[in-house]
C-alpha cells in the first residue's frame, strides 16, 4: 500500500488552517434578560401552609446562565409587601458599584409595587456564583444560582468537559415570617425555629409529617459519565458537609476561581460559598444518598436543631427508554447511607479550606508581594444596653446582644434620603450628614486585647461580662484607588465559638494563611502563600482561628464587609469599605443609572416606626 505525502503548499495550508481552527473567533458577547417578579406564594410543608417571599413563584428562583463577557439585565418588580433589593454574589461589579444591590448602603430599597432594572457585566469570571435578596432573612426565600461559563465553551474548561452540569442548592425552610425573624435577631434574640433543611428545594426523606414523607431531591446519573455540580449554601445559620455514599469529588473551583484539582469524599462549604466538584458516576450501579449535615460548635455555645437533609443519586441506563425503564432501580430499592463526619467536627472543614489552592490560568493575577494597609479585625459578640450607659448584662434583658467588628456593631441606616454610595458620590465632604447616619472610623485593631481565643469566655459570667460593652454606628474604612490591603480575621470566644464566613462585596480576596488559635504576626506572617493562595470572595473564619486575606482596592464605590451568617449579619457583624476614584475616568466611579431608585424619607420614618413597635413587642414578651 502506498503512502499518501503532502506536497510542501499542502503542509503548509494544513498548518495555517489548524491555527485558525485553534483561533476561532469567539461568539459576540450577549445580553441576558430576565424579569423576576417577587411576590408571595403558599407552599405546603410538614403539613403546615406557609406565605413565602419567593422569585417567579419559584424555591430556589430562576437560574440565570451567562457566558463570560456577557452583560446581565435583571427587571425586578416588587409584588410582596416587603422592600427588596437583589446582590449578585461574587459578581465583581467593576466601575458599576451602584447595582451591587445592598439597602441603603449602594441603593435605596425597591418599594411594593415598584420595579428596578439591574445591569451589569460577566467580564473575566467563570463559574459559579449567584443571587440572592440582601434586605432582612429574605434571602432564605429569594435566591437562585448564577452561572457563568467559559467564552470557547466547555473545552476551555482546565478539566475534562463534565457530562452534564447540575446546580446544587443547600438551604433552609422555615415557617415563620422572615421579616420578623430579622427583627428578632437585630433585637438580639437568637431563634431557633428553622424548621428543616432543604436541598434544591426538597427536604428529603428525613422529614414527614402524620406518615407523608417530604420530597427528596433525585439526580439521575449513568454510569461511567462525569458530572460537574455547582454547589451553592444559600442558608442563614449553617456550614454544611456534603458527601455521596459510595463517590467521591474532585474539587475544581470554588467562588468562581479554579483550584488546583483536590480529591475528597467531604466537602464542607459555608453560608455564601460556592464549590464546583466534579463526580464520576463510578460506582456499583443503584441508588446512594447525598446528605448535607450541618456543622455547629459544641457545647457550652448554643445549641441548634439538629439540621440535617438527604437527596438520592440513583443510576439510570443510556439505553433506550423501554430498557430503562425495566434496569433503573426501584424505588423500593433503600440508598446506600455515607458514614457523615460529626456534627460538632470543626477540623475536617478546616482542612478542607486549608487544602484548596489556585489553579493558574493566563488570567491569573499575581499576589502583590507587599500590602500598604494592614487590619487586625476581632469578630465576636458584645452588648449594648436598651437604654442608659450602665445595664446588666450576660444575657439580661436590660442589654441587648449584638455582633461586632472590632468592638463596633453596624446599625443600618434608616430615615435617610440617600443611600451611602449617593451621599459618597455627591457629598463627599459631608457624607455622614447627607446620608443622616453617624459614621465610625473602623480601627487598625480592635478596642479590646485578651486572649481571644480563651473558652472561658464562651459561658456567661463576670469574666466574659468584662468584655460586652460596645458601640453601634456605621463602621467605615476608606482605601485610595489601588491599595493592597491585608486584613487578619480573629474569630473570638466572646458568648460564642463558632467560624465566621466573610464576604466582600466588589473585590477577591487571596486567602494567604489560616490558622487556630490567636494570630501571631511573629510565627504567622512566615507561612503566607504567596505562590498560589486560593482565590474567594467569602472566606472562611475557621472556629476559635485566624484568617489573614490580601486584596486590591482597586474597584471605587461603597463596598459591604460583613459575615454570611444571617445572625451575625443582622446583630451587626458588617463594616462599610469605601474604595476612592482612581486618576483617570476610567478608573472612576460613573454616575448612578437614570432609574435608580429613590428613598423616600415619609415611607422610611413609616417602616422604622413599625420596626419599633415590633422590637417592643418582642421586648415585651422576651421579659413576660
Given at each position: 500500500m502506498k503512502s499518501r505525502q503532502m506536497s510542501f503548499p499542502m503542509v503548509i495550508a494544513s498548518f495555517f488552517f489548524f491555527v485558525l481552527s485553534a483561533m476561532a473567533v469567539p461568539a459576540a458577547a450577549a445580553v441576558v434578560e430576565h424579569t423576576f417578579v417577587v411576590s408571595q406564594v403558599w407552599m405546603t410543608h410538614l403539613c403546615k401552609e406557609t406565605l413565602v417571599t419567593v422569585v417567579n413563584g419559584q424555591f430556589p428562583g430562576p437560574a440565570i446562565e451567562v457566558t463570560e463577557g456577557d452583560s446581565v439585565a435583571v427587571h425586578v418588580v416588587n409584588?410582596?409587601?416587603?422592600?427588596?433589593?437583589?446582590?449578585?454574589?461574587?459578581?465583581?461589579?467593576?466601575?458599576?458599584?451602584?447595582?451591587?444591590?445592598?439597602?441603603?448602603?449602594?441603593?435605596?430599597?425597591?418599594?411594593?409595587?415598584?420595579?428596578?432594572?439591574?445591569?451589569?457585566?460577566?467580564?473575566?469570571?467563570?463559574?459559579?456564583?449567584?443571587?440572592?435578596?440582601?434586605?432582612?432573612?429574605?434571602?432564605?426565600?429569594?435566591?437562585?444560582?448564577?452561572?457563568?461559563?467559559?467564552?470557547?465553551?466547555?473545552?476551555?474548561?482546565?478539566?475534562?468537559?463534565?457530562?452534564?452540569e447540575v446546580p446544587i442548592i443547600i438551604g433552609d425552610w422555615w415557617d415563620m415570617d422572615l421579616d420578623q425573624l430579622d427583627r428578632n435577631m437585630m433585637d438580639g434574640y437568637f431563634a431557633d425555629s428553622q424548621t428543616a433543611t432543604t436541598i434544591n428545594g426538597k427536604l428529603g426523606d428525613l422529614y414527614n409529617c402524620s406518615g407523608a414523607v417530604e420530597d427528596s431531591y433525585v439526580l439521575d446519573m449513568e454510569p461511567g459519565r462525569t458530572y460537574l455540580l455547582r454547589l451553592i449554601n444559600a442558608g442563614l445559620y449553617s456550614e454544611y458537609y456534603l458527601k455521596i455514599a459510595g463517590h467521591k469529588f474532585t474539587v475544581v473551583a470554588s467562588d468562581a476561581n479554579y483550584v488546583n484539582p483536590y480529591t475528597t469524599d467531604t466537602i464542607a462549604i459555608a453560608p455564601g460559598e460556592t464549590v464546583d466538584a466534579l463526580v464520576v458516576a463510578g460506582a456499583s450501579p443503584g441508588r446512594y444518598y447525598m446528605v448535607a449535615l450541618a456543622i455547629q460548635?459544641?457545647?457550652?455555645?448554643?445549641?441548634?436543631?439538629?439540621?440535617?437533609?438527604?437527596?438520592?443519586?440513583?443510576?439510570?441506563?443510556?439505553?433506550?427508554?423501554?430498557?430503562?425503564?425495566?434496569?433503573?432501580?426501584?424505588?423500593?430499592?433503600?440508598?446506600?447511607?455515607?458514614?457523615?463526619?460529626?456534627?460538632?467536627?470543626?477540623?475536617?472543614?478546616?482542612?478542607?479550606?486549608?487544602?484548596?489552592?489556585?489553579?493558574?490560568?493566563?488570567?491569573?493575577?499575581?499576589?502583590?508581594?507587599?500590602?500598604?494597609?494592614?487590619?487586625?479585625?476581632?469578630?465576636?459578640?458584645?452588648?449594648?444596653?436598651?437604654?442608659?450607659?450602665?445595664?446588666?448584662?450576660?444575657?439580661?434583658?436590660?442589654?441587648?446582644?449584638?455582633?461586632?467588628?472590632?468592638?463596633?456593631?453596624?446599625?443600618?441606616?434608616?430615615?435617610?434620603?440617600?443611600?451611602?454610595?449617593?451621599?459618597?458620590?455627591?457629598?463627599?465632604?459631608?457624607?455622614?450628614?447627607?446620608?443622616?447616619?453617624?459614621?465610625?472610623?473602623?480601627?487598625?485593631?480592635?478596642?479590646?486585647?485578651?486572649?481571644?481565643?480563651?473558652?472561658?469566655?464562651?459561658?456567661?459570667?463576670?469574666?466574659?461580662?468584662?468584655?460586652?460593652?460596645?458601640?453601634?454606628?456605621?463602621?467605615?474604612?476608606?482605601?485610595?484607588?489601588?491599595?493592597?490591603?491585608?486584613?487578619?480575621?480573629?474569630?473570638?470566644?466572646?458568648?460564642?465559638?463558632?467560624?465566621?464566613?466573610?464576604?466582600?462585596?466588589?473585590?477577591?480576596?487571596?486567602?494567604?494563611?489560616?490558622?487556630?488559635?490567636?494570630?501571631?504576626?511573629?510565627?504567622?506572617?512566615?507561612?503566607?502563600?504567596?505562590?498560589?493562595?486560593?482565590?474567594?470572595?467569602?472566606?472562611?473564619?475557621?472556629?476559635?482561628?485566624?484568617?489573614?486575606?490580601?486584596?486590591?482596592?482597586?474597584?471605587?464605590?461603597?463596598?459591604?464587609?460583613?459575615?454570611?451568617?444571617?445572625?451575625?449579619?443582622s446583630m451587626g457583624m458588617v463594616a462599610v469599605f469605601i474604595v476612592e476614584d482612581g486618576s483617570s475616568p476610567d478608573i472612576s466611579l460613573p454616575p448612578p443609572p437614570a432609574d435608580y431608585p429613590k428613598c423616600d424619607p415619609a415611607e422610611q420614618l413609616d417602616d422604622q416606626q413599625q420596626k419599633g413597635q415590633s422590637l417592643a413587642q418582642a421586648n415585651l414578651a422576651n421579659i413576660m
Open positions: 409584588k410582596s409587601p416587603h422592600n427588596i433589593t437583589i446582590h449578585w454574589h461574587g459578581v465583581k461589579q467593576r466601575l458599576n458599584c451602584w447595582a451591587d444591590g445592598v439597602p441603603m448602603v449602594t441603593q435605596c430599597p425597591i418599594r411594593p409595587g415598584q420595579s428596578f432594572n439591574y445591569r451589569f457585566d460577566v467580564t473575566g469570571q467563570e463559574g459559579t456564583l449567584w443571587w440572592h435578596a440582601h434586605v432582612s432573612c429574605l434571602r432564605a426565600s429569594v435566591h437562585g444560582a448564577l452561572i457563568i461559563r467559559p467564552r470557547h465553551g466547555a473545552r476551555s474548561y482546565p478539566f475534562p468537559k463534565p457530562h452534564k460548635p459544641p457545647a457550652p455555645d448554643h445549641q441548634l436543631p439538629f439540621a440535617i437533609t438527604r437527596g438520592i443519586v440513583q443510576y439510570r441506563s443510556n439505553s433506550s427508554a423501554e430498557e430503562e425503564e425495566e434496569e433503573s432501580p426501584s424505588g423500593d430499592v433503600i440508598p446506600v447511607v455515607p458514614d457523615m463526619p460529626d456534627q460538632h467536627d470543626n477540623f475536617t472543614t478546616f482542612y478542607f479550606h486549608g487544602n484548596l489552592t489556585s489553579l493558574h490560568q493566563p488570567r491569573s493575577l499575581p499576589v502583590p508581594a507587599f500590602a500598604d494597609e494592614h487590619m487586625f479585625i476581632t469578630l465576636s459578640l458584645g452588648s449594648i444596653c436598651r437604654r442608659g450607659e450602665s445595664c446588666e448584662r450576660s444575657g439580661s434583658n436590660e442589654s441587648i446582644i449584638v455582633a461586632t467588628m472590632n468592638d463596633i456593631a453596624f446599625q443600618p441606616p434608616t430615615a435617610v434620603t440617600a443611600s451611602l454610595l449617593e451621599a459618597h458620590y455627591y457629598h463627599r465632604n459631608d457624607m455622614a450628614a447627607a446620608a443622616g447616619v453617624e459614621l465610625r472610623t473602623l480601627p487598625d485593631t480592635p478596642l479590646k486585647v485578651f486572649n481571644y481565643t480563651d473558652s472561658d469566655f464562651i459561658s456567661w459570667g463576670p469574666k466574659e461580662a468584662r468584655l460586652e460593652p460596645t458601640e453601634r454606628g456605621v463602621p467605615v474604612r476608606r482605601f485610595r484607588h489601588g491599595a493592597v490591603v491585608d486584613v487578619v480575621f480573629q474569630s473570638t470566644s466572646v458568648m460564642q465559638s463558632g467560624s465566621n464566613p466573610m464576604h466582600l462585596h466588589g473585590h477577591d480576596m487571596f486567602v494567604l494563611a489560616q490558622g487556630i488559635g490567636d494570630y501571631d504576626a511573629a510565627r504567622d506572617v512566615a507561612r503566607y502563600n504567596l505562590v498560589d493562595p486560593q482565590v474567594k470572595n467569602t472566606v472562611l473564619v475557621p472556629r476559635l482561628g485566624w484568617v489573614a486575606i490580601r486584596f486590591v482596592a482597586d474597584n471605587p464605590g461603597v463596598w459591604y464587609m460583613h459575615c454570611h451568617f444571617e445572625y451575625h449579619m
